[in-house]
């Protein structure tokens, strides 16, 4: 058997030759530095969790989070909302028509009516939606076929387009603009609302078109070509998206703070949604007067300009009513996340409190045995 020697310096990278032939051939050490940091002497606090610490923690958890979630829960059953489907996939929908022969190509649009009554009155301001449904926003390639340079007015992007705009970037050997797929997929059904008195005459209910998009949106990110406040010049030399009818610089030509790059209609749907079935804010109906609701319940009319077919992918179109709180729109969700977990510890609490009581057998007078 072969005798070993311990060196504590040899363990530590130094080797006890080294000294003999000068520091030349010394080999640094691997060991940390000797700090309160690399030594892991930092002082630290770990909780003891005891039955006085953890019962009370999940009674005051369930007793905060149960009330909480009743308030959110019945704050947003207080929300008034109407939902109408105006697709036309049954042959008795008033669009049947217009859902079956109406497609990108079409060149006049299709128009039907839908009559629907408000069995309650709506108070405050009143938010109308348009919904889809089946339609991806969220993929990939989708939501990457955009030119933030572009939309920001950017006049190298305004005639060399990004490449990710492929193959909605060019049309007849002009730059698109805007480019992409997100814009050339535009929502551009018309939706005009209609009160019936008792005398029977249509009332026009008006709906306030600017105010929908995000302010960072609209005074941030999108923006018109800047020198020249003719947009039909700062437009020049590039063509509109493939399945728009009209050009950027003619979306709202009554308006020059709602036209172009920066109409909100646009800036709305600019913003993709996360998932295939998603509602986006249309017009705005405010409350004129304290005594009489926004929108009184009897017969009402939604006149559609069919322009959007959805047919081709299975998809649904629809137009919300809806009043909002505090807490923002129609969600239940966030109430009954906020009862849940507020049950589950309050039950926790009582069963552990239960266990503590019938199994605890600590005796503090107990004697320990040699």
């Not at 933030?148 to 006049?155: A, P, V, Y």
């Not at 060399?160 to 049309?171: A, F, H, M, Q």
Request: with cysteine; aromatic share 12%; glycine share 8%.
């Amino acid at each position: 058997m072969m005798a070993s020697s311990y060196n504590a310096k040899e363990e530590d990278g130094h080797h006890s030759g080294a000294a003999n032939h000068g520091g030349a051939g010394a080999v640094k050490s691997k060991k940390p530095d000797n700090t309160a940091f690399k030594q892991q002497r930092l002082p630290a606090w770990q909780p003891i969790l005891t039955a006085g610490t953890v019962l009370p923690a999940f009674f005051v958890i369930g007793l905060i989070f149960i009330p909480i979630g009743i308030g959110l829960y019945v704050s947003s059953n207080n929300i008034k909302e109407f939902e109408i489907d105006y697709t036309g996939v049954d042959i008795s929908n008033p669009c049947y028509v217009c859902a079956k022969n109406f497609s990108w190509n079409s060149t006049t649009p299709c128009h039907c009516s839908v009559n629907f009554t408000l069995t309650q009155p709506f108070e405050s301001n009143v938010f109308m939606y348009y919904g889809l449904s089946n339609f991806y926003q969220n993929h990939r390639r989708y939501v990457k076929s955009r030119d933030d340079s572009q939309l920001n007015g950017d006049h190298s992007a305004l005639a060399y387009p990004s490449k990710e705009c492929e193959p909605y970037r060019t049309s007849e050997g002009l730059p698109i603009a805007p480019c992409g797929a997100i814009a050339n997929s535009l929502f551009n059904d018309t939706l005009e609302l209609y009160y019936i008195d008792l005398n029977g005459t249509r009332n026009e209910i008006p709906l306030v078109k600017k105010g929908i998009a995000w302010w960072t949106d609209k005074h941030v990110k999108f923006r018109n070509p800047g020198g020249n406040n003719n947009l039909t010049v700062a437009f020049r030399g590039t063509s509109k998206p493939v399945n728009w009818r009209k050009p950027v610089y003619e979306l709202d030509s009554t308006d020059l703070e709602n036209n172009g790059f920066i109409n909100e209609d646009f800036i709305v749907w600019m913003r993709t949604a996360a998932l295939p079935t998603f509602r986006k804010l249309y017009r705005i109906i405010q409350k004129k007067s304290s005594t009489t609701p926004t929108l009184p319940s009897g017969q009402y009319i939604l006149d559609i300009n069919y322009n959007y077919p959805v047919l081709s992918f299975d998809g649904r179109k629809r137009m919300i009513l809806s009043t909002i709180s505090w807490m923002g729109g129609k969600n239940p969700f966030l109430g009954i996340a906020y009862i849940t977990v507020g049950s589950i510890c309050f039950f926790l609490g009582v069963v552990l409190l239960i266990i503590h009581h019938k199994y605890d057998t600590r005796n503090n007078s107990a004697d320990i045995p040699n």
